[in-house]
């Protein structure tokens, strides 16, 4: 029977010491994702394929609709490679400024290119899912089908001379069942929602996946170039699906 509660074998954190801040920011957090890793029973191959330095793009499939993945993910990273990466999220975490405060917190950036090339060129490390709301908000039924990635991520790589490493993360898709994507056409044009059938998340079996870097031959001369750019992404989305069929179809049921 698994230990959800073991005790870690140094001492991180000396409560007693700390403040109101750094036990809301520091404490219930590193608690919390300790929970979660051990919920979901969080496998990780490929932490050798991060570079330990440099500009690096990790690029994941997207699911679950609660960000859950982003917060894992991330975590995983920092955990395994003392790297702390920027999470560029969708632009809904910042609408007002108590969404914003904890995403912040959360280590979450908005999704723009000018905050991935700002991080970029400081030889830092981000999160970016080229699918967007897309893939995140897309309908259960659709599990584990890319849907089309942006050139967002390509054209920020292009202007850095980031390395981009492709990322699998399975568990996500079942641990929060959406039900159908909402798309708002009249007042809100292009605002895509989901409209879940569960808020508690489901105990589903993680796996994360950094797959081999990837170092595009070009420079920032190649950034206005849209069909360069399009073929890019598609190569890397279609070898990243090639990664997830194989891996769904081995692990079988997700729950065990």
Known sequence: MINFFKKPNEKVFNVKSLGADDLLYKVFPRL???????????????????PTTGPIIIAPNHSG???????????????????????????????????????????????????GVNYLKKKQMIVIFPEGEHGNFKPTSKRYQLQEFKRGFIRMA?????TIVPTVILGAEETNINLRQLKFSKFLRGLVLPLPLNVIPLPAKWKIIF????????????MSDSELCHDLAFEIQENLQKKINSEVKKRGFGFI
């Open 65 to 115: 609709f609660t960000a859950m993945d982003a917060m894992v993910l991330a975590y995983i990273i920092q955990e395994k490679t003392q790297r702390v990466p920027r999470v560029l999220t969708h632009h809904l975490w910042f609408l007002t400024e108590t969404t914003a405060l904890p995403a912040q917190k959360l280590g979450f950036f908005e999704a723009t290119f000018e905050n």
């Open 211 to 222: 797959e081999k870097p990837v170092t595009l031959p070009f420079g920032p001369e190649k």
């Open 32 to 50: 919390f994702m300790e929970i979660l890793k051990k919920y979901f029973r969080v496998e990780v191959e490929g932490v050798e394929n991060i």
């Open 158 to 162: 292009l202007a850095t001379d980031a």
